[in-house]
């Protein structure tokens, strides 16, 4: 009964309030990014997507909540400005190429500096192991084993294997950023 409640207080408050939410959306270069960005906004993917030079910001709206979303580009020139960004949002989210096993090292010492910046200390963190769809993807078992997410104790993590070329595990990842909007 009180679900019940809570869901009609949720809903008469979304006809008068509407909820804004602010992420980083970092990684390394061709993780997918940018292309994750366009699937959430538009459902539109697109296989020739060049690298992002700097960042984007771009505004999506999902309900009743609008995400304001930097998309920070991923090669190392950049990597530099992560942190700036990172700075006060609801949300980090972290993207792996979860089919490149060759680069899941270098991604995982970026995440574990990323994160253990004192200025980012609270702040959850969505890590996505894009490409699922790719043969020899890693899961996301074993993609919180190789990024070692578990020595992260003091921070709220979560981990989804996601395709954003098939759109698999989009709509939980999306679940996961509007609750986020609501508790931050």
Known sequence: MLSLINRILDWFKSLF?????????????????????????????CEDMIPTVGFNMRKVTKGNVTIKIWDIGGQPRFRSMW??????????????DASDHDKIEASRNELHNLLDKQQLAGIPVLVLGNKRDL????????????????????????????????RDNIDITLKWLIDHSKSH
């Open 83 to 96: 942190e700036r960004y990172c700075r006060g949002v609801n949300a980090i989210v972290y993207m792996v």
């Open 135 to 166: 043969p020899n993807a890693l899961d996301e078992k074993e993609l919180i084993e190789q990024m070692n997410l578990n020595a992260f104790q003091n921070r709220e993590i979560c981990c989804y294997s996601v395709s954003c070329k098939e």
């Open 17 to 45: 309030w509407k909820e804004e939410m602010e992420l980083t959306l970092v990684g390394l270069q061709y993780s997918g990014k940018t292309t994750f960005v366009n699937v959430i906004a538009s459902g539109q993917f």
